[in-house]
């Protein structure tokens, strides 16, 4: 069973940044796709960003394209979220997933098998 803890959420201003983690419990962490989901309540899960097992492909919503960047260190079972020039609308709990996607899937909700409990993310003045 692949454990995930992420860290890092928190309370930051509008445009400010954060930087969130991912730690994998396992070696065989490596084999997976990881991705970084949000919920806001009431709402759907959605994908964020998500980054292919060797770090090869990385796939972002519209809505954090060139603000957040997706990276992973697999020698420390570690993925990390760095968030940019945040909005009000980025809060939301951010959740860390782990899983094999098929192709074309790699941001999808259903493709994950493993999950962390979250981390709230707060942008507002």
């Known amino acids: 069973q692949l454990q995930l803890v992420e860290s890092g959420g928190g309370l930051v201003q509008p445009g400010g940044s954060l930087r969130l983690s991912c730690a994998a419990s396992?070696?065989?962490?490596?084999?997976?796709?990881v991705g970084w989901f949000r919920q806001v309540s009431g709402k759907e899960r959605e994908g964020v960003a998500c980054?292919?097992?060797?770090?090869?492909?990385?796939r972002y919503s519209d809505s954090v394209k060139g603000r957040f960047t997706i990276s992973r260190v697999n020698s420390n079972y570690t993925v990390h979220l760095q968030m940019n020039s945040l909005k009000p609308e980025d809060t939301a709990v951010y959740f860390c997933a782990a899983g094999a996607p098929g192709v074309g899937t790699l941001c999808r909700v259903s493709s994950y098998t493993y999950w962390g409990q979250g981390t709230q993310v707060t942008v507002s003045s």
């Open positions: 396992a070696r065989t962490s490596g084999y997976y796709s």
């Open positions: 980054i292919s097992s060797r770090g090869l492909t990385t």
